[in-house]
Structures are given as structure tokens and as C-alpha cells.
């Protein structure tokens, strides 16, 4: 008896705590502490003496949620709700704190009353969200602190149904004040207006631009609280007659419509049971055991649970997922190592569903051709270029320019463009403005890969069993050795500057992509990175300028 009056208390907060019906296979998991997939059926049955037996609890569909309350079996014609928004300091509750407030009263399914106000969080607003909002602090400053900001909200609202876009973001932020004011959570019933552009859309997207613009909306979003709520608001009258084509007619349907389901793929998530909590490259197979997509991760528990969430991944992912039958993984010692396994399981697997900006193929060089630049295939010094577009464009530029290095053509062409718009030639000075631009891109991108291709250096990262150590040996232009590491002397350390003493210069793109992977964690090294400088050199300074930019990393000049 005891066990079943637990099970329907946590159930009754779970449902809460999503403020919506939860689906029953995951709601079995979660209150009865499951370890695998349950069948919804099974799920029905394991549940179903605490959701019999407890007034506050009801089966909706396959779904588990609360008796109604007296509002939610209000008509939708008759219901009150409140559209808001919320602009805030930063993106996580316990930290940051709103900075204005928006919202829009809908009766009798017509736009009514708008609330507006700002609200003084405390602290100086951080300059991406002050650049995105085009809040000012002067403002913050004269509105009224956070907590009487949100009471009059509360008292503007009374016991409306409330609704936002992405509500879970904003009501994570409305119960922390609330709860900071009054002890509790706010207990008003919650649609959430992106659950409903899903489930009545399908795959169409369900951010609020995209709403906005696909019903029309008077009002335009742009990151303001209540032209925000405004279009938030007409998109609520689009999508509740929607709604009320495939049945609804309450706001407790309503409720229901807007619940998250898991997506199909949730099911598959028992074969990323057993995944280390290490990092490693990862593989999604299929029926035929082809390899689908690969991918690495610092932690392969977290990332491979990640997929079987909620979100929809993207679509060429998405589809590999929906194809999935078997996922295989490989630990390593380091995300570094994990960084390079995966590039080499790309170009050899070659899955259909990772980007193709990955794969050396896309590439492309500039080479002389007599007196004239082409854009080649072919590997050169002038290169590599991510984009066959830059490339072209470049090459372009430099006809019949005179020049040693592309900066040098840099001068004349700038020149020539100002010739051209004296001359009020427009549409020729476009053309060439668009090409300078273009070979300013593709100089910027041959003088990094020429710094980086001047790299001498040992990574030294953690190895895969405890109290090992690796050592990755860049030089020339590639990575030429990968062998345990012990210390800058012994036989790990003269046979690896040996295999550099033998390895001869490469300009072969999959070197360009192992240093271009291998410079972020040199840029941003993470803490179990050590860098070994195995000669000084200017280009080494040039590339890592800034010197806390390497703090930790320790350097040697032994060869």
C-alpha cells in the first residue's frame, strides 16, 4: 500500500514538474527507477493501481496526468489566457534573473489587454544579451527591482491559463521568483506554444520567427518581451483552431495536444546502455551493419543518451537514428586522440550521415597556370580553401595582378577598385569588391595553414588505461607518430624524433584536417593537455600570440 501511494505522490510531481501529461512508458521509468526500455503496455499495468486509486491522477490516452482542475475544463471560447515572455540576464535560472516582462491578455479567442514592464535584475547586463535585446543598463537601473516586476505580472494574470513560447525556459524562471516571493511554484495551468506547433505541424519548425512568418502575424518578434508575447499570442489563436479541427475542446485538450512525446527514436535508447562514462569515437550501424554515422565524445554515456532525448537532431542525422540498430563505441585515453580517430574512421567509412564539411575531398587550391590562377583539386602550398566559391573568386581577383604572395596583390587591387568607382564604374567595382573580399578570405586561411604546417610539437594526453600518457607528435605538416609517452628522453622519445627525422613535408588535405582539429585544443587546451614544443619557432609565437592562451602547457626544446 505504502509502495503504491509513493509511486502516485512522485507521479503527481513528475506531471507538475512537466506541467503536462507525461507518456506512460517514460513516466514508468522514471517513478519506478527502470533501467530499460518499458513497453507502453507494461507501463500501463505498473501503473495503473496508483492512477486508479488517486483522485488527482488520470489516464489520457497513454498518457498520465492530473484530474483537471476546474479551469481546464473550460471551453477554449470561454477561457482566459495569458500570452507573456520573458527577456532575461542569461540563460539559467539559478544564475541569471528577467529583465523585462511582456504579456498580452486573450479572451473569447481575441487579443485583449497588453502588461509591459522592466525590471532592475541586479547586476550589469552581459554584452550579448544587452547586443541582442538592445537593453541598456541606464534603463535596468530606474525600473523596479525583479520582485515587484513579477507581483504586479502575478496580479496582472489572476488565474489565467498562462502560455509562452518554449514555456519550460520561461516558467523555469517565473517559479524561481515566485518561489523567492512566496515559497511555491506558481500553480497556474501552462500551455506551451512550441509542444503545439510541433504536434499540429509536424516537422515543419516550431521556432517563433518561423511561426510568426508562416501565419502572418501582425506582430514581429525581436527579442523584445511583449511584441514577443504579442506574436506568441496570434500564433495561439492559429494553432487553438487548428486544435479544434482535430477535436479539442477544452482547455484540458488543449494541455494534451501540447505535452512532449518522446520521438520514436526514444525507444532505441537501451543501445546506449553499457556506454563508459570515457572519452571515444562512436559508430550507428543498421540492419546490414553499415556504418551510418560516426562521431567522438569527451563522455560516450552522456553524448549517445543525448540523441534519444526530446530534440530533434538534424535531418541527416535524424534519418541515420531512425535506420539505427546497433551502436559501437571505442574508448581512448583523451578527446584528442578520440578528435583524430574520428576523422580517420570518416574518410575511410565514409557515413552518409556526417557533414560533408568534414571530408578532405571538398577542399580546394590556388595554382599558377602560365600567367594565369586556377582552382584546383590538386594539393598545393595555396590552400587548403574550405569554399570551391572563395576559391574561384580569388583565383579571379589575381588575373593579371603581379605578385609573390597573395597580401602582395592585396595593395593593387584595392587601387584599382578605387580607380573603377572614380570612374563610377559600379557594376565592375561590385564585381571586384566581391573578389578582393573573397581573396582577403583565402589569405587569411593559407597564412593559418602555413602556421600550422610549421608546428613541432609533442601533444601529451592522458592514455587509455590510469597513469599512462601519450604523446602526439606533429611536425611537417601532418602527425607523424602517435607513441606512449614517458618523459623527453628514453626510447619512446629518441625512436618518435626519429620517425619525424624520416617523414617527409605533406600538403595532403587529411593532414590540413588532423592540424586544423588538433589547433583547437592547442587554442583552447583542456586540462589533461600538456604541449612540448619540440623547436622554437616564430611561426609557433605568431599562431599562439596570446600567451594565456597555452597556460599550462609546459614546452621543451630538445631537438
Known amino acids: 500500500m505504502q509502495l503504491r501511494l509513493d509511486a502516485a505522490d512522485r507521479l503527481v510531481e513528475l506531471v507538475e514538474e512537466r506541467r503536462g501529461p507525461v507518456a506512460a512508458d517514460e513516466a514508468a521509468r522514471l517513478v519506478l527507477k527502470l533501467g530499460s526500455q518499458v513497453p507502453v503496455g507494461l507501463a500501463r499495468s505498473l501503473l495503473g ?36 515572455d520573458l527577456e532575461t540576464t542569461g540563460l539559467r535560472p539559478s544564475t541569471a534573473r528577467p529583465c523585462e516582462i511582456g504579456a498580452v491578455r486573450v479572451c473569447g479567442l481575441g487579443l485583449g489587454e497588453r502588461f509591459q514592464t522592466l525590471a532592475n535584475p541586479g547586476a550589469r547586463l552581459d554584452p550579448a544579451i544587452a ?6 543598463d541606464a534603463e535596468l537601473r530606474r525600473a523596479p527591482p525583479v520582485q515587484a516586476a513579477v507581483r504586479r505580472f502575478l496580479r496582472f494574470a489572476g488565474d489565467a491559463v498562462l502560455v509562452a513560447h518554449n514555456a519550460r525556459f520561461d516558467m523555469a524562471f517565473l517559479d524561481n521568483e515566485t518561489m523567492r516571493a512566496t515559497g511555491r511554484r506558481t500553480a497556474a495551468t501552462v500551455v506551451d506554444t512550441v509542444g503545439l506547433a510541433r504536434r499540429l505541424l509536424g516537422r515543419q519548425p516550431a521556432n517563433l520567427s518561423a511561426l510568426s512568418y508562416r501565419f502572418a502575424t501582425d506582430a514581429r518578434p525581436c527579442h523584445r518581451a511583449l511584441p514577443d508575447a504579442e506574436a506568441t499570442a496570434e500564433i495561439l489563436l492559429c494553432l487553438i483552431g487548428m486544435a479544434q479541427e482535430r477535436g479539442a475542446r477544452t482547455v484540458a485538450d488543449l494541455v494534451e495536444l501540447a505535452a512532449t512525446r518522446p520521438r520514436r527514436v526514444h525507444r532505441k535508447r537501451s543501445l546506449a546502455f553499457g556506454a563508459p562514462q570515457r572519452p571515444g569515437v562512436y559508430l550507428f550501424r543498421d540492419a546490414n551493419d553499415h556504418v551510418l554515422y560516426v562521431g567522438r565524445a569527451r563522455d560516450l554515456r552522456a553524448r549517445l543518451r543525448s540523441y534519444f532525448r526530446s530534440e530533434r537532431q538534424r535531418p541527416a542525422v535524424e534519418a541515420a537514428l531512425g535506420a539505427l540498430e546497433r551502436v559501437e563505441w571505442r574508448t581512448l585515453g583523451s578527446e584528442v586522440e578520440a578528435a583524430l580517430e574520428e576523422l580517420r574512421l570518416i574518410r575511410e567509412l565514409r557515413p552518409p550521415a556526417n557533414r560533408r564539411a568534414v571530408r578532405p575531398d571538398r577542399y580546394v587550391y590556388l595554382r599558377r597556370r602560365g600567367d594565369s590562377v586556377v582552382c584546383s583539386s590538386q594539393p598545393g602550398e595555396l590552400g587548403p580553401l574550405s569554399s570551391r566559391r572563395t576559391g574561384r573568386l580569388a583565383a579571379r581577383a589575381l588575373q593579371g595582378v603581379e605578385w609573390e604572395t597573395l597580401e602582395d596583390a592585396l595593395p593593387k587591387l584595392q587601387e584599382k577598385l578605387q580607380r573603377l568607382a572614380r570612374d563610377l564604374r559600379f557594376e565592375d567595382a561590385a564585381r571586384l569588391r566581391d573578389r578582393i573580399a573573397a581573396l582577403e578570405t583565402a589569405a587569411r586561411e593559407v597564412q593559418r595553414m602555413r602556421r600550422l604546417r610549421d608546428l613541432s610539437v609533442c601533444l601529451v594526453v592522458p592514455g587509455e588505461h590510469d597513469g599512462t600518457r601519450r604523446g602526439i607528435y606533429v611536425a611537417k605538416g601532418q602527425v607523424v607518430t602517435v607513441r606512449p609517452f614517458i618523459g623527453t628522453s628514453g626510447v619512446e622519445w ?8 624520416r617523414a617527409e613535408p605533406t600538403l595532403a588535405p587529411e593532414a590540413a584536417d588532423d ?20 623547436a622554437h619557432s616564430t ?20 631537438a
Not at 68 to 73: F, K, R
Not at 494 to 501: K, P, S, T, V
Open 494 to 501: 629518441q625512436a618518435a624524433l626519429a620517425d619525424i627525422a
Open 49 to 84: 493501481e496508483a492512477v486508479r486509486d488517486d483522485a488527482r491522477l488520470r489516464w489520457a490516452g497513454d498518457l498520465v496526468a492530473l484530474t483537471e482542475a476546474p479551469g481546464d475544463a473550460l471551453a477554449l471560447e470561454q477561457a482566459t489566457f495569458v500570452v507573456f
Open 131 to 136: 547586443a541582442l535585446t538592445g537593453l541598456r
Open 539 to 558: 611561426r609557433w609565437r605568431s599562431f599562439e600570440s596570446e600567451p594565456s592562451r597555452t597556460a599550462g602547457a609546459s614546452s621543451s626544446s630538445t
Open 515 to 534: 592540424l586544423r582539429t588538433l589547433a583547437s585544443f592547442i587554442r583552447r587546451p583542456p586540462p589533461e593537455l600538456t604541449v612540448v614544443l619540440l
